[in-house]
Nanobody, 123 residues
Framework: QVQLVESGGDLVQAGGSLRLSCAASGSTFRTNTIGWYRQGPGKQRELVAV???????NYGDSVKGRFTISRDNAKNTVYLQMSSLKPEDTAVYSC?????????????????WGQGTQVTVSS
């Protein structure tokens, strides 16, 4: 089993920055690929960013150029650095893990999910 715990969510003003963390524990060998997803009020869940164990990355179109995903394999932690935040970035951000070692963009394929952390961007 894998446990994922997100942290770093907060209330921030538009234009500000936040860094989210996703800490994995348990059978971390099953966390080859980590994805960040978000779901805003009244919106469908959408892919934010994904990273493989080797560092390959992919981003959702709405965050390209503003968000950066990275990981520290020694700490079993993935980070999401968010900059130039907009009110439309307001959402619950969740991380997910897959044993598959490629850029998984389909949420249905992920094996483990965290509980999520709230990010609220005020205008």
């Amino acid at each position: 089993q894998v446990q994922l715990v997100e942290s770093g969510g907060d209330l921030v003003q538009a234009g500000g920055s936040l860094r989210l963390s996703c800490a994995a524990s348990g059978s971390t060998f099953r966390t080859n690929t980590i994805g960040w997803y978000r779901q805003g009020p009244g919106k469908q869940r959408e892919l934010v960013a994904v990273i493989t164990r080797g560092g390959l990355t992919n981003y959702g179109d709405s965050v390209k150029g503003r968000f950066t995903i990275s990981r520290d394999n020694a700490k079993n932690t993935v980070y999401l650095q968010m900059s130039s935040l907009k009110p439309e970035d307001t959402a619950v951000y969740s991380c997910a893990a897959s044993w598959r070692n490629y850029l998984v963009t389909n949420a249905e394929i992920y094996d483990y999910w965290g509980q999520g952390t709230q990010v609220t961007v005020s205008s």
